[in-house]
Nanobody
Framework: QVQLVESGGGLVQAGGSLRLSCAAS????????MGWYRQVPGKQRELVAT???????NYKDSVKGRFTISRDNAKNTVYLQMNSLEPEDTAVYYC?????????????WGQGTQVTVSS
């Protein structure tokens, strides 16, 4: 059983910064596409950023230049550095690990961490 535990959320003023962390219970980060998603009530969960095993990153357009995803395989941890936060970034942020073994794909999710940006 794989567990992902997010931390680092909280309340911050617009223009501020937060760093989210996602720690995996097992050594899976190295072999997984790691991602951060977010969700606000009444809306679908949306992709924020992903990082492949080759450290190729991809970002939602609205966070490009402000957010940075990174991974530390030795610590089984992935991070999301969020700068210049805007009220529109307010959401519950979820960590995801996407793993392909043979012909099967597995997705693991954390419990989420709340990020609230005040104007």
């Amino acid at each position: 059983q794989v567990q992902l535990v997010e931390s680092g959320g909280g309340l911050v003023q617009a223009g501020g910064s937060l760093r989210l962390s996602c720690a995996a219970s097992r050594s899976i980060v190295r072999g997984a596409v790691m991602g951060w998603y977010r969700q606000v009530p009444g809306k679908q969960r949306e992709l924020v950023a992903t990082c492949t095993t080759d450290n190729i990153t991809n970002y939602k357009d609205s966070v490009k230049g402000r957010f940075t995803i990174s991974r530390d395989n030795a610590k089984n941890t992935v991070y999301l550095q969020m700068n210049s936060l805007e009220p529109e970034d307010t959401a519950v942020y979820y960590c995801n690990a996407h793993i392909i073994i043979g012909t099967r794909a597995y997705d693991y999710w954390g419990q989420g961490t709340q990020v609230t940006v005040s104007s």
